[in-house]
């Protein structure tokens, strides 16, 4: 594993920290968004913010987090695959950015160009996405605040076998 300064370490957590709080925030504006085409709102102009908003700061904003977190890990002392609670948030984040580049931009972009057309059944996915998303974003902030599980067990033979798991 490469060392690198505490400086730096430090400059990853907190790029990590902003770039995910700017998806939160991002993805909880597309929430009341939706929300509010549910509640009346034009969704004539609603909607092609939404698209605007999904496409200019939701995506990259995802793959940012995605690549800076895979980034934070191997740089640092807690390592892709040695714990627990690492490799869960590598798998949601994973998940959540394939289901926001390959699904719901599209749908958000759909929505954004067919306006009021968009029939009701879509509408509801609108909504539906950004709250789960929201969800699966607090659950990967909690197991980064309370790291649970500890490590994973090292494959026997390797020179990870025999060190202590309490780090």
Do not use: E
Not at 96 to 115: D, I, K, Q
């Amino acid at each position: 594993m490469p060392r690198i300064r505490p400086s730096t370490r430090k400059a990853l957590l907190t790029l990590h920290l902003v770039t995910s709080l700017g998806w939160l925030g991002t993805d909880l504006v597309l929430l009341t968004l939706g929300i509010a085409v549910q509640r009346g709102a034009d969704p004539g102009v609603v909607y092609p913010v939404t698209a605007l908003v999904g496409t200019v700061l939701f995506a990259p904003l995802s793959v940012l987090v995605w690549l800076i977190g895979v980034a934070s890990s191997l740089l640092t002392p807690w390592g892709l695959l040695r714990h627990r609670w690492v490799l869960v948030k590598l798998v949601l984040t994973t998940v959540m950015v394939g289901l926001v580049l390959f699904l719901l931009v599209p749908n958000l972009r759909h929505a954004g160009a067919v306006g009021a057309a968009l029939p009701t059944r879509d509408r509801a996915d609108l909504v539906i996405a950004p709250a789960v998303s929201t969800s699966l974003m607090i659950i990967a902030t909690v197991l980064s605040t309370y790291k649970p599980w500890g490590r994973r067990p090292a494959p026997a033979g390797t020179a990870l076998a025999g060190r202590s798991r309490t780090t």
